[in-house]
């Protein structure tokens, strides 16, 4: 589970644009936001920064009954 999609859409840009600013293809970026890829800690990275958030909000999970 992660929020690449949801972030992407409050930022309003698609996964193409995305792609291009992270350097990988619009279809990894569908992987991802469907969790069938594991980006590397580098591209993770890129994505929080271009999503203007971090890592641990974008990648891992919150309990919420916590």
Known sequence: M????EYRKQVGISQFALAE????ARQTINLIE??????????????????????NTLFWKVDEES
């Open 34 to 55: 469907n969790d069938k890829y594991n980006p590397s800690l580098k591209l993770c990275i890129s994505l929080a920064e271009e999503l203007g958030t971090d890592l």
């Open 21 to 24: 600013k992270v350097g990988v």
């Open 2 to 5: 992660n929020r690449v999609r």
